[in-house]
């Protein structure tokens, strides 16, 4: 193993630590004893040490993480390997958010060459996280998946900007909550936030919502642009807007005011517009219901959410971490879920998306007496929710039990 190790850094391969450190995330070389070989630039960064001062030294005095207390991820059987998320305590003893992943280096005979711990530094996505949760409240945007951190991180940046922004997803995935993270991340947070939905309604009345009237005595009723000026107007389900509203809205984005119903004369704003779909807008356009003109006005930043089901990796974070937020409103302690729980909820295809999922959580947290989420406490709809019953863990029993007598 250790002709292998060495034949990594052999003359023949020179470039492999100018690689490594070259990578955007930290890489630890370990031998079969999982004692460190090699430091990349990124995680000398990250946890404080040099590697010319680790170099030996089995990788839980390094790589100091929960993880290694937990069981050690080298310790894993094989095929139970993969991500996990954990945390590091460097150097300077500060506690840092990561993602750990092993891989297992071969050669092309199958024989081990090295291991790699691949640590990905997880505080700006945390950081993120607290922002968006202060804005936003309960409803906040999370996620673990890669579509969705890189969400997360496009948020503050598009927030900085003026332009209108066009959010698309399915019903359920979060829009809504997407158009208020913008503008609570923006320049606009104090100014209002201004929510309205483009469903069906007398197109007269629609019109008057939206632009204000203005009666003939001079006095009106602002709408909802003079609602939202100096912040944001968030149009929900914009392609229900009727043809006629949404040429006004071309001219309302061109000329920065609109024409107030009994105005003749135009009223400035300064609204910055975000507006959604939950259907592919290229269809819309082809099929008349979204007019191509402002479809390009509103696409200016375009962000779209993808549905859970392409998501596979957030549903047990989504699971743990609405059920913590339910355990805490109805005041019980529950750790999680049954493994059959699991299993059930992560083969469900969500088809409501987030929303279904909060909803599921709520309920089940709700009807819950122990201190597990068990297949019963699930709602009847799901497959399988309540076939043969799981036993609840025995801790959880003994507990029941003993408030029993």
């Known amino acids: 193993m250790k002709t292998q190790m060495a034949a990594l850094?052999?003359?023949?391969?020179?470039?492999?630590?100018?690689?490594?450190?070259?990578?955007?995330?930290?890489?630890?070389?370990?031998?079969e004893e999982c004692r460190v070989r090699f430091l990349n630039k990124t995680l000398e960064s990250l946890t404080g040490f040099a590697r010319e001062d680790v170099r030996g030294l089995p990788c839980r005095h390094v790589?100091?993480?929960?993880?290694?207390?937990?069981?050690?991820?080298?310790?894993?059987?094989?095929?139970?390997?993969?991500?996990?998320?954990?945390?590091?305590?460097?150097?300077?003893?500060?506690?840092?958010?990561?993602?750990?992943?092993?891989?297992?280096?071969?050669?092309a005979d199958g024989r081990e060459l090295a291991r790699l711990d691949v640590i990905e530094d997880l505080t700006p996505i945390k950081e993120m996280e607290e922002r968006l949760s202060q804005a936003?409240?309960?409803?906040?945007?999370?996620?673990?998946s890669q579509a969705m951190e890189k969400l997360l991180r496009l948020v503050p940046v598009i927030a900085?900007?003026?332009?209108?922004?066009?959010?698309?997803?399915?019903?359920?995935?979060?829009?809504?909550?997407?158009?208020e993270a913008v503008h609570?991340?923006?320049?606009?947070?104090?100014?209002?936030?201004?929510?309205?939905?483009?469903g069906p309604m007398p197109e007269e009345l629609l019109e008057a919502d939206l632009f204000g009237r203005r009666g003939s005595?001079?006095?009106?009723?602002?709408?909802?642009?003079?609602?939202?000026?100096?912040?944001?107007?968030?149009?929900s389900e914009i392609a229900d807007l009727p043809v006629q509203q949404q040429a006004r809205l071309v001219r309302c984005l061109d000329?920065?005011?609109?024409?107030?119903?009994?105005?003749?004369?135009?009223?400035?704003?300064?609204?910055?517009?975000i507006a959604s779909t939950n259907a592919d807008p290229e269809a819309l356009i082809r099929s008349g219901r979204l007019r191509e003109d402002l479809f390009h006005r509103l696409a200016a930043f375009r962000l779209h959410?993808?549905?859970?089901?392409?998501?596979?990796?957030?549903?047990?974070?989504?699971?743990?971490?609405?059920?913590?937020?339910?355990?805490?409103?109805?005041?019980?302690?529950?750790?999680?879920?049954?493994?059959?729980?699991?299993?059930l909820l992560s083969a469900y295809a969500f088809p409501g998306n987030v929303r279904e999922l909060k909803n599921i959580v709520e309920f089940a947290a709700m009807v819950c007496s122990g201190e597990t989420i068990l297949p019963a406490h699930l709602p009847a709809h799901l497959p399988g929710a309540h076939d043969a019953p799981e036993a609840a863990p025995r801790a959880a029993r003994k507990t029941g039990r003993k408030a029993k007598g």
Not at 75 to 95: F, K, M, Q, V
Not at 163 to 175: A, N
Not at 307 to 336: C, M, N, W
């Open 63 to 107: 790589l100091r993480s929960r993880a290694c207390v937990q069981g050690c991820p080298w310790a894993r059987p094989e095929g139970e390997g993969g991500s996990l998320e954990t945390d590091l305590i460097n150097r300077h003893r500060r506690r840092i958010a990561v993602r750990l992943t092993p891989v297992l280096l071969r050669d």
């Open 305 to 343: 959410l993808p549905p859970l089901r392409q998501r596979g990796e957030d549903v047990s974070f989504l699971l743990q971490h609405f059920l913590g937020v339910y355990a805490a409103r109805f005041k019980k302690t529950i750790a999680g879920f049954s493994p059959k729980a699991l299993r």
């Open 160 to 179: 900085q900007s003026d332009s209108p922004v066009l959010i698309t997803g399915e019903t359920g995935t979060g829009k809504d909550l997407l158009a």
């Open 9 to 31: 850094f052999a003359s023949d391969r020179p470039d492999l630590p100018a690689l490594l450190d070259g990578l955007p995330v930290g890489v630890a070389v370990l031998d």
């Open 136 to 144: 936003a409240g309960p409803g906040q945007m999370v996620g673990r």
């Open 255 to 273: 000329e920065r005011a609109i024409l107030p119903v009994g105005a003749d004369k135009p009223v400035r704003v300064n609204v910055r517009l």
């Open 217 to 235: 005595g001079g006095e009106g009723r602002p709408g909802r642009f003079q609602q939202a000026h100096n912040g944001t107007l968030y149009l």
């Open 184 to 198: 609570r991340a923006s320049p606009r947070s104090r100014e209002p936030f201004v929510r309205f939905s483009c």
